[in-house]
DNA sequence: TTTATTCGTGCAACTAAGTTGCATCACACT
DNA sequence: AGTGTGATGCAACTTAGTTGCACGAATAAA
C-alpha cells in the first residue's frame, strides 16, 4: 500500500487519490472486479474517474480486461510481464459457482489452442466455471 | 423452412408464428445472433415476445446461449445432440475480426481442459477472435 | 511567480441491454 | 360455450457503459 505513489511515479503516471485507492482496492482483492463493485467500493470518488482510470491503466497495462462465466466485464491487475499495450493475459479466469468471484489462473494451465484449418485464429479467451481454492473444500 | 411447425409440434412445442420466425431466422443465418439484432429483424413481433420465446428455446434446448469475444450475450441454434436442459455446447466459438460474427466451431477442435490441482474446473467456455471461413481469404 | 498548457475530476445526461408486471388474447380441453 | 393455461403486447424500469463539458490541480514555460 504504501509504495504505490513510488510505483506509479517510476512509470511516470500521476499520482492521484482517486487512481491509488483503485490499485490498492485491487491489491487487496485477489480477484477481477467490475465497474459497478468498483463504484460501490470507492464511492468517495466520482463513477467517472473510477471509470476513465480503469481503461487508462489497461492502457498502461496496469490492469487487464475480462469477461467473466456470465459475461460480466471485470478488471484484474496484470502481472510483471504486462507491458504497455502488450498484454500477456494468455492465462484462463475461473468464475467460482460458489462464491462467486472470478480469478485469474496460472499460464501454465491454459492450453495452446490449434487452428482449424477453415478458419484462422489470433487469440482465444477461455473462461472456466467451477471452485475456488478456497470454496473447493 | 416448411418444416419448423412440424417439428415444434413432434417436440411438443406450441407453435406460433413469433416463434416460426424466430427459428427460421437462425436456420438462414449461420452464426450466433443477439437479443438487440432479433429484436431489430423480427420488428414485426414484440421485442418481449422474442426475449421470452429465446429463454423458452434456451430451456427447450432448441438454442444455446453463449458470450462472444466482446462479452455480447448471443444466441445459436442447438445441433440435434442437445436434449432439453443438457446441452452439449461443448463446442468453442469464434468471432470474426472482419464480419464480426460469431460461429459455432467443431467440437472436435475444441480442446479438452484438464483441472490444475488447486482448483475445481466443472465447465469451459472458450471464446476465440480471428477470421472465419469466409472472410479468412 | 505568473501564465499557459495539459491532465484529472465531478456532474449531468444519455444510450443500450436486459428484465418484469400486468392486462389481454388465443388456444386446447372439458 | 366455458374454463384454464399459455403466449403476446405494452409500458415501465433497472443496470451497465459511455460522453460532453466545465472546473480544478499540477506541471512546464515565460
Do not use: W
Request: net charge positive.
Amino acid at each position: 500500500m504504501i509504495n504505490t505513489k513510488e510505483i506509479f511515479e517510476k512509470q511516470g503516471i500521476r499520482s492521484t487519490t482517486c487512481r491509488i485507492d483503485l490499485v490498492n482496492y485491487f491489491t487487496k482483492n485477489k480477484f477481477a472486479i467490475s465497474f459497478p463493485q468498483l463504484e460501490k467500493a470507492l464511492k468517495k470518488h466520482d463513477r467517472t474517474s473510477v471509470y476513465r482510470n480503469l481503461i487508462f491503466f489497461e492502457e498502461q497495462g496496469v490492469v487487464h480486461k475480462l469477461y467473466d462465466a456470465d459475461g460480466i466485464l471485470k478488471y484484474a491487475l496484470c502481472k510483471d510481464n504486462c507491458a504497455e499495450h502488450l498484454h500477456h493475459d494468455n492465462h484462463m479466469h475461473l468464475t467460482c459457482n460458489k462464491c462467486k468471484h472470478t480469478y485469474c489462473l496460472n499460464e501454465k494451465h491454459t492450453p495452446k489452442i490449434k487452428s482449424p484449418k477453415k478458419v484462422v485464429i489470433e487469440s482465444v479467451a477461455i473462461t472456466a466455471r467451477g471452485l475456488c481454492e478456497n470454496c473447493k473444500n
